[in-house]
Nanobody, 123 residues
Framework: QVQLVASGGGLVQAGGSLRLSCVMS????????MAWFRQAPGKERDFVAS????????RYVDSVKGRFTISRDNAKNTVALQMNSLKPEDTAVYSC????????????????WGQGTQVTVSS
């Protein structure tokens, strides 16, 4: 059974940085595309970034381009999201997701979801 556990969230001031990590267990990490989604209170889940199995291709939502970087370490079964220049509108629960085929922005296309980690950015 594939499990995803995210960590690294917290409270940070606007302009600050956080690094989220997500570790996979129970599956072969290198066969999965990975992504991060976020959900703010009262809003739908939004795509943030994705990365292919080998890490050679990444994709970002326009609002985080130039500020966030997704990366993965297949030897450690880990995907990370480095978030810089954080803004209050980045406040949300961030979840890592995995799927052998999905890579885009549709949440339901991803089979496996982690529990999420809260990111709060104060102004």
């Amino acid at each position: 059974q594939v499990q995803l556990v995210a960590s690294g969230g917290g409270l940070v001031q606007a302009g600050g940085s956080l690094r989220l990590s997500c570790v996979m267990s129970g599956g072969t990490f290198s066969v999965f595309n990975m992504a991060w989604f976020r959900q703010a209170p009262g809003k739908e889940r939004d795509f943030v970034a994705s990365i292919t199995k080998g890490g050679g291709y990444t994709r970002y939502v326009d609002s985080v381009k130039g500020r966030f970087t997704i990366s993965r370490d297949n030897a450690k079964n880990t995907v990370a999201l480095q978030m810089n220049s954080l803004k209050p509108e980045d406040t949300a629960v961030y979840s890592c997701v995995a799927d052998p085929f999905a890579l885009g922005s549709v949440p339901n296309a991803y089979r496996y979801w982690g529990q999420g980690t809260q990111v709060t950015v104060s102004s």
